[in-house]
Structures are given as C-alpha cells and as structure tokens.
C-alpha cells in the first residue's frame, strides 16, 4: 500500500491497525444513522468497508463521482434554466405580436382575432408543458443512468453493499454508506491523516 499514510508496503501489522481504527471510526459514525439501518450493518459488512477504505482509492473515487455527480446535476439545471429562457421568450413575442394585432384591428373582426390569439396562447402553453415534462423526464432518466454507473464503479472497486439496484430501501442503504465514508474521509482530511 505504497504512497498511502499510515501503512506501508507489506506491513501487515500496520495495515491492521489501520483497520482496526477504520473499523472503529465506522462503528461510531454508524450510531447516527437511523436504527433501521443501523441494524443492516452487520459488523462484518463495516469491517468490509473498513478493509476496502485502508488504501484511500475508494476515498477517491467517491469524490470522482461526487464530482461528475455535480457537474451533470448543473449542466441538467443549466439546460431546463435555457429552455425556460426560451418559452419566457415564446410566450413574451407571442404577447406584443398579439398586441401589435389588436391594435391595427378594424373593430368587426375583434371578436375572431380575440378568440384566435386566445387559441393560440393555449397552444403555445401546451407546447410549453410537454417541452417541459419532456425535458423533466430527460433529467430523471439522466440521473437514474449516474446512478447505475455510480452503483457498478463502486461494485467493480469491491466497496460492499454497493451493485445496481432500483429498489429504494437498497439505494437508501448505499446512500447511508455513502455517507459513511464522505464523513470519514472528511474526519480523515482535517486530522491529517489523508
């Protein structure tokens, strides 16, 4: 384990007082998760997690999706902001065109101008809605998708409790591992020991 503070090369014995006091840490962070979760980590699953903390790289790869995470949740946010943007700039040139009409209209065709400005608001308002929910499920469907990779990434790095799952007590449960380790990666960060 060359290059990770605390253990080195084959050290065997260092690496398991490494363990130990990563154990140890989980053990204590566990006890501020709900009881309902608390009970589905067994002592051998956090000793799991606790062997696969001991190098740092799951540290690292945590971040690397927490990362990616954040840069597609803005760049999702960014684009319904700009078709947001756009149906504002729809609705608002639909507006003064419909004003400029009612304007240069003889006073006899008033009546159909006025219902067919009107048809054409609701027309535009539907086409906003679906825009909108499409773009919504995109964003949903979008963030399932980072999920799976997020789940198989950890999966693959043998971080227990973690593979591809949709049921919402399993993500519930990797989200409260997730948990586990940003906490003791941050307690980790600001004692020095990473």
Do not use: W
């Amino acid at each position: 384990m060359d290059g990770y503070p605390g253990v080195t090369g084959g050290d065997s014995t260092k690496q398991q007082e490494r363990h130990y006091y990563l154990l140890s840490e989980l053990q204590t962070l566990v006890k501020d998760l709900p009881s309902s979760f608390q009970q589905r980590l067994s002592y051998n699953t956090l000793s799991d997690l606790a062997l696969a903390l001991i190098d740092g790289t799951v540290y690292e790869i945590v971040q690397g999706l927490l990362d990616i995470q954040h840069l597609t949740e803005k760049n999702l946010y960014q684009q319904r902001q700009k078709l947001h943007g756009e149906h504002q700039a729809l609705k608002q040139e639909l507006l003064r065109k419909n004003k400029d009409a009612l304007q240069s209209c003889k006073s006899h065709n008033l009546g159909l101008l006025k219902s067919n400005q009107q048809s054409e608001v609701e027309a535009l308002d539907i086409r906003v809605r679906e825009e909108q929910k499409m773009m919504d499920k995109k964003i949903v469907a979008e963030m399932d998708q980072k999920v799976i990779d997020q789940q198989n990434t950890l999966e693959k790095a043998g971080v227990p409790g973690f593979y591809i799952t949709t049921n919402p007590q399993e993500l519930t449960m990797q989200m409260n591992l997730l948990e586990l380790v940003l906490k003791l990666q941050q307690k980790e960060s600001q004692s020095g020991i990473l």
